[in-house]
């Protein structure tokens, strides 16, 4: 079907070849001589694109736009114009044009102008299409290779990158590909991380950087460059939602993107306190038996002390910072303010450090709320309603003010979270971890085909409260739930996102360095 085309100038007569040429090329197009018929054509008919010039007798260009946008708001503008002044550019891109063309103009730039605008999304999505099924069997290849962090971080990273781009074309058919290639690359990312973990936390030299690592490695170097850094740890975000929303960050800052990985349990009583001490679980326990406090059933109560972790890591590392830090701890919007209006009076603090537990909230919230499920029914949709709640919270707003001073903002989180949608069952005592994706507790009993079961807690530097308690992380997208009452519990968490097992999702997470423009 042809493209119908509106193409308004005073001088349309002299444009019949230009015209000819644009039928030659599949599109139909009306000519017209003023921004009054113009606006009258628009009203009888839609068109998909329109040709406006900008300088006409009467009705000037700009004001024939602001005329055919109160017709229909959506109708793509292509102005044509002699003049290359920048604030005539400024006042029509501000009235919303979307391409600008200055004469003379060729029929050719015209028919490459249309395209753009009108066939772009197509063009790209036939080209996207042609290239992921070209890579298709590279993929498959490197799913099968790899056998090292980074090739598996790099790997983990490109299969992101594919369906943010297959998403955003709407190529579902490919998405569904892109998925089952995603589930193969955990079943073998699974098999590496059994083989290879227990060697990592005891110091083998193939480790990928690990949560107690974090800070000494890649944060506490940017304290000796900039005269304040801000560490920001996002909760439970994953490396895709961060890619969703890191288009708002770009116009304020140059971003540096790297990547880590969580430790096990992917969960934020293990992972984030790794962050803030630089120590494993483990380690914690024992140097400090009061913060590492809290029964199997009160596992919140171990994150109660990430200010003073943080502060002894600095007094380790001898670092300035250790006189001159703050921490807080947003859960609320209470918090939120509170942060917010302390960011102009925080100049001379050398390392200020936030967590935001908002998203973390949301991904258990779902499960409870029918309303949520709603919003939110699967893995590009929790995106998009993370990416709506960034846009509008607080912490943009801070990032945005933070943009504005010498400072380096440091964006990260302390683990990421997997869609689940199988049950699997696990024998255990009243004591034993609440959480349905990994637990901790006495003789647990699990299929081991499923569940990651680290009988010996130490040797993965992992605390234990007795002789015989063991820890369970579950892989792929399983959950843990007791045989009894199975089937209600199964209802409850299935297509629910969770977070302490092996995925690529959960322990591979984004690690960025924002230097304000």
Excluded at 86 to 111: F, H, T, W
Excluded at 118 to 133: A, K, M, N, P, V
Aim: proline share 4%; glycine share 6%.
């Amino acid at each position: 079907m042809a493209f119908k085309i509106l193409w308004v100038d005073d001088q349309i007569e002299e444009l019949k070849s230009h015209l000819v040429y644009l039928s030659g090329k599949g599109y139909d197009v009306d000519g017209v001589s003023n921004g009054q018929d113009a606006v009258e054509k628009l009203r009888m008919q839609p068109y998909d694109a329109i040709l406006l010039d900008e300088m006409m007798p009467g009705m000037s260009g700009l004001e024939t736009l602001a005329e055919l946008k109160k017709v229909r708001e959506s109708v793509p503008v292509i102005m044509i114009t002699k003049s290359e002044e920048e604030d005539l550019m400024n006042r029509a891109i501000g009235k919303r044009i979307d391409d600008y063309l200055v004469k003379p103009v060729s029929p050719l730039q015209i028919v490459s102008a249309l395209k753009r605008l009108l066939e772009g999304r197509r063009i790209r999505g036939e080209q996207l299409s042609r290239d992921f099924t070209q890579g298709f069997m590279g993929l498959q290849d490197r799913i099968g290779r790899a056998d090292t962090p980074d090739e598996w971080t790099n790997l983990y990273n490109d299969l992101v990158q594919w369906e943010l781009d297959l998403f955003a074309d709407g190529d579902h058919g490919l998405l569904a590909t892109h998925q089952e290639m995603l589930a193969e690359a955990n079943r073998n990312f699974i098999r590496f991380v059994r083989d290879k973990y227990a060697g990592w936390v005891n110091g083998s030299d193939d480790s990928p950087l690990l949560s107690p690592d974090l800070f000494k490695t890649w944060v506490a170097p940017e304290l000796d460059n900039a005269p304040q850094v801000v560490w920001i740890v996002i909760d439970c975000m994953r490396l895709d939602q961060f890619r969703f929303v890191e288009s708002l960050l770009e116009p304020y800052y140059h971003l540096e993107r790297k990547h880590y990985w969580s430790i096990l349990p992917s969960a934020t009583p293990f992972a984030r306190n790794a962050l803030f001490s630089g120590l494993y679980p483990r380690e914690i326990a024992s140097r400090y038996p009061d913060w590492w406090r809290g029964s199997s059933r009160q596992q919140h109560s171990k994150n109660a002390h990430e200010a003073e972790l943080l502060g002894e890591q600095l007094k380790r590392m001898g670092s300035s910072a250790a006189e001159s830090y703050r921490y807080f701890k947003v859960f609320d919007a209470r918090d939120t303010d509170d942060l917010s209006k302390q960011v102009g009076s925080l100049d001379g603090v050398k390392l200020v450090a936030a967590v935001y537990n908002f998203l973390d909230i949301m991904a258990h919230g779902r499960s409870q709320s029918t309303i949520l499920k709603e919003l939110a029914p699967d893995v590009p949709a929790f995106r998009s309603l993370m990416r709506s709640w960034f846009e509008h919270s607080t912490l943009y707003d801070v990032l945005k003010t933070l943009a504005r001073r010498d400072c380096t903002v440091i964006l990260t989180t302390d683990h990421g979270s997997v869609y689940c949608n199988r049950a699997t069952t696990v024998r255990a005592n009243r004591e034993t971890s609440t959480n349905v994706r990994y637990k901790y507790g006495d003789n647990l009993g699990v299929d081991e085909k499923q569940v990651f079961l680290m009988k010996d807690p130490e040797d993965y530097m992992l605390p234990r409260q007795s002789a015989i308690e063991n820890y369970a992380i579950t892989t792929e997208d399983y959950y843990l739930v007791y045989p009894t009452n199975f089937h209600e519990y199964e209802r409850l968490y299935r297509d629910s996102f969770q977070h302490g097992g092996i995925s690529l999702e959960e322990m591979i997470v984004p690690f960025v360095v924002m230097r304000p423009r």
